[in-house]
Each structure stands twice: as C-alpha cells, then as structure tokens.
Nanobody, 122 residues
C-alpha cells in the first residue's frame, strides 16, 4: 500500500512561486499532481514515471510548472512559477504501482492519494 503526504501549500501573490512536495512510501510506477478548485472537477497537472522520469503536463501549466523527483525517487516535487489566481485550489499527489491503459490525466487511474495541500493565489 502506497502512502502519500503533501506539503508546501501556501498563500502567495500573483506572479509568485511555490514548491510542493509529496513524500511517497512504497514502490510506484507513476506519480502525479492533480488540483481541484472550489466548485470544479479535479484536474490533472503533471505526472512523472518513477524509473524513466518521463514527464507529462497539462497544457495550461507547460513551461510554468515542473515536476521532478529526488534521487531516491521517494519524493516528488511540483515547482510552480508565475502563479495566477486560476492556480488556486487544493493540490493532490497521486500514485499508482503499475502501468494501466488509462491516460495519466484520468484521476480514476490512480489508486493512492494524499490528503491535499491548499494553494491560494491572490
């Protein structure tokens, strides 16, 4: 069973930066960040494969956000730059132990979730 704990959420001004962290216990195939704004569906932000470190990004955050992992591949980071109020929401770390045919962007693809960390941009 994989456990995930997010941290790093905060309130920042527009144009600022934040770095989210997610500590992952257990072996994973893929790790991802999702976010959910009030009244909206949860949306995929970025993903990274544990071994190959291949990354994917949703179009709205390309060249603004960067997903990485530490050398032990046990912590995944989301560096967020040039934040706007549209980036406000609860950010969730997700992970799964195996390859699945569903797109990385589908929340149902992930069987392990963190509790979320709040990001507020004003």
């Amino acid at each position: 069973h994989v456990q995930l704990v997010e941290s790093g959420g905060a309130s920042v001004q527009a144009g600022g930066s934040l770095r989210l962290s997610c500590t992952v216990s257990g072996d994973t195939y893929i790790k991802a960040w999702f976010r959910q704004a009030p009244g909206k569906e949860r949306e995929a932000v970025a993903s990274i494969l544990r071994l190959s470190e291949i990354t994917e990004y949703t179009d709205s955050v390309k060249r603004l956000f960067r997903i990485t992992q530490d050398s032990a591949r046990s912590t995944v980071f989301l560096q967020m730059d040039r934040l706007t109020p549209e980036d406000t929401g609860t950010y969730y770390c997700a992970a799964d132990e195996m390859w699945r045919p569903e797109s990385w962007m589908m929340a149902a693809r992930y069987h392990n979730w963190g509790q979320g960390t709040q990001v507020t941009v004003s």
